[in-house]
Nanobody, 119 residues
Framework: QVQLVESGGGLVQAGGSLRLSCVAS????????MGWFRQAPGKEREFVAR????????VYADFAKGRFTISRDNAKTTVYLQLNSLRPEDTAVYYC????????????WGQGTQVTVSS
């Protein structure tokens, strides 16, 4: 199993920045991809960004392009999500998750960290 712990959320004014972290532990050798998702009140969970663990290849949701940056530190088994130019509509609980295969869905999830952007 893989355990994921997110941190770095908080309250920030519109236009501000936050850096989220997700530390993985356990059977991290099976991790192929790490991703970030978010869920706003009353809305479905949505994909934000993902990164491959070995090659560092990234994919972003359209709303994240140019504002958010995903990165990883393999030595620390940590993935980061830099959030810049935050907007009130970015308010959500942000979750990290892992996949061990291109053919399976994300199978391990963290508990989430709250990001609140005030106008």
């Amino acid at each position: 199993q893989v355990q994921l712990v997110e941190s770095g959320g908080g309250l920030v004014q519109a236009g501000g920045s936050l850096r989220l972290s997700c530390v993985a532990s356990g059977r991290t050798g099976n991790i192929l991809i790490m991703g970030w998702f978010r869920q706003a009140p009353g809305k479905e969970r949505e994909f934000v960004a993902r990164i491959t663990w070995s090659g560092g290849n990234t994919v972003y949701a359209d709303f994240a392009k140019g504002r958010f940056t995903i990165s990883r530190d393999n030595a620390k088994t940590t993935v980061y999500l830099q959030l810049n130019s935050l907007r009130p509509e970015d308010t959500a609980v942000y979750y990290c998750a892992t996949r061990s295969s291109w053919y399976n869905d994300y199978n391990y999830w963290g508990q989430g960290t709250q990001v609140t952007v005030s106008s």
